[in-house]
């Protein structure tokens, strides 16, 4: 049980911290979103780096190395999770927080659909209603809007992918952050010297301050990423889906509350129509995961009476 609440309280953290990013990205400015992004991959891995440094743990290294199959999804994970990260960043700092904290309502309903599209999975019947549910959102978000919400489905369908790509990588998560940095920072540092030399960098040009947020914007990207690997491995996936609804709901609240984004009525219908799919899926998540620990329980139970009854 310490176990469990140790996993409860490194998921919570994580999912309140990324929650809480569209408050941090704003004092960024006026760095542009793709030399924010830069910064973030350059300094998550001297983070990352300097965890495994006192960690003392650097075996991995040559087993990755001699597994190319693991490298090259790694990699695509770096370029999927590149794309979420620069999408994010401009959402947050162009005005459309409450349209990001869509995506991340909408990831759990992308999930189900690739295990239908790619993993060949059946769904229950309220598992379709949920998706059926989330496109009726959709739609009516996109009449909203006068377009589709490409902010919230570019969220919700890459990060979607990088957990599909991570869960088939199937390597540690400080691991796996530390490859994706060094796929991300040659890219990612030619950027920033070309920013330099053309006079367009940011960087030691707005003050002693903004080149610390910059460099802590490395920070708080590894940190909540490692407190996630700790939470998984500890907590059981039922929770974790319910736990992952905490960062939108404090999305939507920086974007409503915070940055103080309209919302007319027939948005406030779109994201009803959401939440009520979101109802749905986790009501269905939770009656399976009960239903699959009674079966267990059954199951120990009958080869115990077998064991007894057997002279």
């Known amino acids: 049980m310490p176990d469990l609440r140790r996993g409860v309280f490194y998921g919570i953290a994580a999912y309140t911290m990324w929650g809480l990013f569209p408050l941090y990205w704003p004092l960024l400015k006026p760095s542009g979103a793709v030399e924010i992004l830069a910064h973030r991959m350059v300094w ?7 965890v ?3 960690r003392k743990h ?4 040559r087993q990755i190395a001699r597994q190319p199959a693991k490298l090259a999804l790694l990699t695509l994970a770096a370029i999927v999770v590149t794309v979420n990260w620069g999408t994010y960043i401009y959402a947050v700092n162009s005005g459309h927080v409450v ?7 909408i990831n759990p309903l992308v999930n189900v659909l690739f295990g239908v599209v790619l993993l060949r999975e059946r769904l229950r019947p309220l598992q379709w209603a949920a998706v059926g549910f989330g496109a009726l959102a959709v739609l009516v978000l996109a009449l909203d809007y006068g377009r589709l919400p490409w902010v919230a489905l570019t969220l919700a369908f890459s ?6 790509i991570k869960k088939r ?6 691991e796996g952050l530390a490859v994706e940095s060094l796929v991300l920072l040659l890219p990612a540092l030619g950027y920033l010297v070309f920013l330099q030399t053309t006079g367009g960098a940011t960087f030691g040009q707005e003050g002693t301050g903004h080149a610390a947020l910059l460099v802590l914007a490395g920070i708080i990207s590894a940190v909540p990423l490692i407190c996630f690997g700790a939470s998984a491995i500890r907590v059981p996936l039922s929770t974790m889906g319910l736990l992952q609804y905490i960062a939108p709901v404090l999305q939507f609240g920086c974007g409503v509350l915070v940055a103080g984004e309209v919302m007319p009525a027939s948005r406030w219908i779109g994201f009803s129509i959401v939440w009520l799919a979101l109802a749905l899926f986790t009501y269905d998540s939770l009656r399976a995961a009960r239903k699959a620990a009674r079966s267990r329980r059954a199951a120990v139970r009958s080869r115990l009476e077998a064991a007894a009854e057997t002279p």
């Open 44 to 50: 998550s891995l001297v983070v990352v780096a300097g």
């Open 52 to 54: 495994l440094a006192l």
């Open 58 to 61: 650097w075996s991995w290294i």
């Open 99 to 105: 349209e990001s904290a869509l995506g991340y309502f």
């Open 159 to 164: 990060f979607g992918l990088y957990g599909l």
């Open 169 to 174: 990588a199937n390597v540690a998560a400080t």
